[in-house]
Nanobody, 127 residues
Framework: QVQLVESGGGSAQAGGSLRLSCVAS????????MGWFRQAPGKEREGVVC???????SYRDSVMGRFTISRDNAKNTLYLQMNSLKPEDTAMYYC?????????????????????WGQGTQVTVSS
């Protein structure tokens, strides 16, 4: 059974940093395309960053240069390092995985492309 468990969310001041973690079980993270999504109240869930099995990444324009996705195969864990946080980054952040999604395609931002989801971790950035 595939499970994803996020952690690391919390509150930060604008300009601060947070690191999110997503621990996977039931499968090997290096065998799946994985992504981070976020959803603010009243808004649709949006793709933040994607990482392919081969390490290829795609980032949302608004987080380019501030957020970094990484993977620790030994810990079967995906990370999202978030620097220079802005109030508009406030949202629930979700980890997602799919064996067939590809970051090279624009569809990586579609939540429907991912089969497995975590429960989310809240990130709140104050000005």
């Amino acid at each position: 059974q595939v499970q994803l468990v996020e952690s690391g969310g919390g509150s930060a001041q604008a300009g601060g940093s947070l690191r999110l973690s997503c621990v996977a079980s039931g499968y090997i993270v290096s065998d799946y395309c994985m992504g981070w999504f976020r959803q603010a109240p009243g808004k649709e869930r949006e793709g933040v960053v994607c990482r392919d099995r081969d390490g290829r990444t795609s980032y949302r324009d608004s987080v380019m240069g501030r957020f970094t996705i990484s993977r620790d195969n030994a810990k079967n864990t995906l990370y999202l390092q978030m620097n220079s946080l802005k109030p508009e980054d406030t949202a629930m952040y979700y980890c997602a995985a799919d064996k067939n999604a590809r970051c090279r395609y624009g569809t990586w931002t579609w939540p429907s492309r991912y089969e497995y989801w975590g429960q989310g971790t809240q990130v709140t950035v104050s000005s």
